[in-house]
C-alpha cells in the first residue's frame, strides 16, 4: 500500500486525507493541536469553522452551490458531514459547527487507511505530502515555505462575527422571516432611520482593536469588517448585510428602514451569530455598539468578533491546476494557503489535490477537471491567473462561458451548471478517466 502524508486537519486537509484513504492510500494526517493552536482555532476537533457557520448559496444557479454539488458527486467528505449537520438557513447551507466538527473528526479517526500524530511540523516535508495548514500556518513551517525558491508570500486579513445567546434577546422586537417569504430562517432586528443613523455613527466612533500590519486596506471584499464598510459611506450597511429588501416588520406592516439578521449556529437555536458583521472593535466596544441594535439591548455575547492576518502564496507558476508545485513533483498544497477563499473553495482544493496525489502515487494518468466545471475553474485560476493574484471565491466568472449566448443570467447559469454536472459524470462513469467510485 502506497504512503502520503497530509499536513493540516481543517477542511482541505481532511478532505484531502479522505480522498487518498478511500483510494487505498495509508495517510498520516499530522494535526498540531491540541498542542499548538493559532489566533483563530480553540477546538481540538478537525475541520473546525473559525468564520462563520455558513457554507454560502445552495442554489446551482449560484457558483458555490455548484460548487457543492459537484463534491457531493465526487464523493466529498465535507459535503457529506455539512449536509447531515445543516441548520436552517434559507437557500444557503450552515451547519452546526460543533456537530460538522465532530462529525468529520470521527470519519477522518476511524478510517483505517489513516492514523492521526498529535504534533506540530516545524521543517519542510518530503514528497509525497499535501500541506493544508491553512492561511494561519505556525510560524516555523511558514518560514520554511515562504524560503522555497521563487515563491512569493502574500497576505490580507480576515474577522469574524460576534455570536449571541438565543435566550438572551428580546423577541418582542426581533422577528423571524425570509426574505420575500423564503421560509422563516432568519431572524431580524429592524431599525428605523434614527436608529440606523446612531447605530452608524457609534461604529464609526468605536475603538478598534490594535491588530499588527493592519491598516485598513488589505481586507477581502467578501468578509469586509463592518467598520470597514460603514467608513466607505453612510448607506453602504444599509445596501449591504442590513438591506431591508424583502423584508416586513409585523410590527408596522412595512419594510424597515434597516435590518440586522441573526443566524442560528447551532441546530437547538440556542446561538445566534450576526450575519455580516466581522469586526476588529474591541470587545466592550462591541458589546456598547450592538447592544444598540434592536432586539439585542441585553443580548449575551457568547463570542466576539476578532481580526486576524492571513497568509496565501502566490500560487501562479508555482503550482499547478492539480494545486502540485510545479518544481517539486508529489508536494501538492491545499487549502486557503493556495489563494481559493472560502469554506468548500478550500476543501474543493483539498478534494483536487487528495484525488491527484492518490492517483499519482497509483501509477495512474492525472485527472483535469477543466474550467467546465466549478472545482476545475478554480484550481485553473489558481495555477494560472495572468493578473493581481488576490484570494478568489467560486464564481460564474472562471467557468467557460456557455456556447450558446443566453441573455436571463439565471437561465444561462442553469445551462452551465447542466453542463459542469455532465463533465462530472463523464469522469465518474470512465474507469480510464477517474476513479470516483
Same mark, same amino acid.
Given at each position: 500500500?502506497?504512503?502520503?502524508?497530509?499536513?493540516?486537519?481543517?477542511?482541505?486537509?481532511?478532505?484531502?486525507?479522505?480522498?487518498?484513504?478511500?483510494?487505498?492510500?495509508?495517510?498520516?494526517?499530522?494535526?498540531?493541536?491540541?498542542?499548538?493552536?493559532?489566533?483563530?482555532?480553540?477546538?481540538?476537533?478537525?475541520?473546525?469553522?473559525?468564520?462563520?457557520?455558513?457554507?454560502?448559496?445552495?442554489?446551482?444557479?449560484?457558483?458555490?452551490?455548484?460548487?457543492?454539488?459537484? /463534491?457531493?458527486?465526487?464523493?466529498?467528505?465535507?459535503?457529506?458531514?455539512?449536509?447531515?449537520?445543516?441548520?436552517?438557513?434559507?437557500?444557503?447551507?450552515?451547519?452546526?459547527?460543533?456537530? *460538522?466538527?465532530?462529525?468529520?473528526?470521527?470519519?477522518?479517526?476511524?478510517?483505517?487507511?489513516?492514523?492521526?500524530?498529535?504534533?506540530?511540523?516545524?521543517?519542510?516535508?518530503?514528497?509525497?505530502?499535501?500541506?493544508?495548514?491553512?492561511?494561519?500556518?505556525?510560524?516555523?513551517?511558514?518560514?520554511?515555505?515562504?524560503?522555497?525558491?521563487?515563491?512569493?508570500?502574500?497576505?490580507?486579513?480576515?474577522?469574524?462575527?460576534?455570536?449571541?445567546?438565543?435566550?438572551?434577546?428580546?423577541?418582542?422586537?426581533? *422577528?423571524?422571516?425570509?426574505?420575500?417569504?423564503?421560509?422563516?430562517?432568519?431572524?431580524?432586528?429592524?431599525?428605523?432611520?434614527?436608529?440606523?443613523?446612531?447605530?452608524?455613527?457609534?461604529?464609526?466612533?468605536?475603538?478598534?482593536?490594535?491588530?499588527?500590519?493592519?491598516?485598513?486596506?488589505?481586507?477581502?471584499?467578501?468578509?469586509?469588517?463592518?467598520?470597514?464598510?460603514?467608513?466607505?459611506?453612510?448607506?453602504?450597511?444599509?445596501?449591504?448585510?442590513?438591506?431591508?429588501?424583502?423584508?416586513?416588520?409585523?410590527?408596522?406592516?412595512?419594510?424597515?428602514?434597516?435590518?440586522?439578521?441573526?443566524?442560528?449556529?447551532?441546530?437547538?437555536?440556542? /446561538?445566534?451569530?450576526?450575519?455580516?458583521?466581522?469586526?476588529?472593535?474591541?470587545?466592550?466596544? +462591541?458589546?456598547?455598539?450592538?447592544?444598540?441594535?434592536?432586539?439585542?439591548?441585553?443580548?449575551?455575547?457568547?463570542?466576539?468578533?476578532?481580526?486576524?492576518?492571513?497568509?496565501?502564496?502566490?500560487?501562479?507558476?508555482?503550482?499547478?491546476?492539480?494545486?502540485?508545485?510545479?518544481?517539486?513533483?508529489?508536494?501538492?498544497?491545499?487549502? +486557503?494557503?493556495?489563494?481559493?477563499?472560502?469554506?468548500?473553495?478550500?476543501?474543493?482544493?483539498?478534494?483536487?489535490?487528495?484525488?491527484?496525489?492518490?492517483?499519482?502515487?497509483?501509477?495512474?494518468?492525472?485527472?483535469?477537471?477543466?474550467?467546465?466545471?466549478?472545482?476545475?475553474?478554480?484550481?485553473?485560476?489558481?495555477?494560472?491567473?495572468?493578473?493581481? *493574484?488576490?484570494?478568489?471565491?467560486?464564481?460564474?466568472?472562471?467557468?467557460?462561458?456557455?456556447?450558446?449566448?443566453?441573455?436571463?443570467?439565471?437561465?444561462?447559469?442553469?445551462?452551465?451548471?447542466?453542463?459542469?454536472?455532465?463533465?462530472?459524470?463523464?469522469?465518474?462513469?470512465?474507469?480510464?478517466?477517474?476513479?470516483?467510485?
Amino acid at each position: 500500500m502506497p504512503n502520503a502524508t497530509v499536513i493540516g486537519a481543517g477542511l482541505a486537509g481532511c478532505e484531502a486525507a479522505w480522498q487518498l484513504a478511500t483510494r487505498g492510500v495509508h495517510v498520516v494526517l499530522i494535526e498540531m493541536k491540541p498542542h499548538s493552536y493559532t489566533p483563530a482555532h480553540h477546538s481540538e476537533g478537525f475541520a473546525e469553522l473559525v468564520c462563520s457557520n455558513s457554507l454560502r448559496s445552495n442554489q446551482l444557479t449560484n457558483a458555490v452551490g455548484l460548487l457543492k454539488e459537484e /463534491m457531493r458527486q465526487l464523493g466529498s467528505l465535507i459535503m457529506r458531514a455539512a449536509d447531515a449537520t445543516q441548520v436552517p438557513a434559507g437557500g444557503a447551507l450552515a451547519v452546526d459547527r460543533e456537530k *460538522f466538527s465532530a462529525y468529520i473528526t470521527k470519519a477522518v479517526s476511524e478510517h483505517p487507511n489513516i492514523t492521526i500524530e498529535r504534533r506540530e511540523v516545524v521543517d519542510f516535508p518530503d514528497a509525497p505530502v499535501i500541506i493544508a495548514t491553512g492561511p494561519l500556518t505556525s510560524d516555523a513551517l511558514a518560514e520554511k515555505i515562504a524560503s522555497l525558491p521563487g515563491l512569493q508570500t502574500l497576505n490580507f486579513y480576515d474577522a469574524a462575527a460576534p455570536i449571541v445567546s438565543g435566550e438572551s434577546l428580546d423577541m418582542t422586537k426581533v *422577528f423571524r422571516q425570509g426574505r420575500y417569504g423564503r421560509g422563516d430562517d432568519y431572524l431580524n432586528c429592524p431599525m428605523n432611520k434614527d436608529e440606523y443613523d446612531a447605530f452608524y455613527n457609534a461604529i464609526l466612533t468605536a475603538e478598534k482593536a490594535d491588530v499588527h500590519g493592519f491598516d485598513g486596506t488589505q481586507v477581502f471584499e467578501g468578509c469586509m469588517p463592518i467598520e470597514v464598510m460603514a467608513a466607505r459611506g453612510e448607506m453602504v450597511m444599509a445596501f449591504g448585510p442590513m438591506k431591508p429588501v424583502g423584508l416586513t416588520d409585523p410590527r408596522t406592516g412595512r419594510e424597515p428602514y434597516a435590518v440586522v439578521q441573526l443566524r442560528a449556529e447551532n441546530e437547538a437555536g440556542t /446561538m445566534y451569530n450576526l450575519v455580516g458583521f466581522q469586526t476588529r472593535l474591541k470587545w466592550g466596544e +462591541q458589546k456598547r455598539v450592538f447592544s444598540m441594535i434592536p432586539g439585542l439591548e441585553n443580548a449575551e455575547f457568547l463570542r466576539y468578533g476578532v481580526m486576524h492576518r492571513n497568509t496565501f502564496l502566490h500560487s501562479p507558476g508555482f503550482l499547478d491546476a492539480n494545486y502540485q508545485v510545479i518544481s517539486r513533483p508529489g508536494v501538492y498544497f491545499a487549502g +486557503q494557503m493556495t489563494g481559493v477563499e472560502g469554506y468548500v473553495e478550500s476543501a474543493s482544493s483539498g478534494m483536487v489535490a487528495g484525488i491527484s496525489l492518490a492517483r499519482q502515487l497509483l501509477g495512474m494518468e492525472p485527472v483535469d477537471f477543466t474550467n467546465l466545471t466549478a472545482i476545475g475553474a478554480l484550481a485553473h485560476h489558481v495555477a494560472g491567473c495572468t493578473t493581481d *493574484f488576490q484570494p478568489m471565491n467560486a464564481n460564474f466568472g472562471l467557468i467557460a462561458p456557455y456556447e450558446k449566448r443566453i441573455r436571463n443570467k439565471q437561465e444561462r447559469y442553469g445551462h452551465i451548471a447542466a453542463r459542469a454536472l455532465n463533465v462530472i459524470e463523464a469522469l465518474r462513469s470512465n474507469p480510464l478517466a477517474c476513479d470516483f467510485d
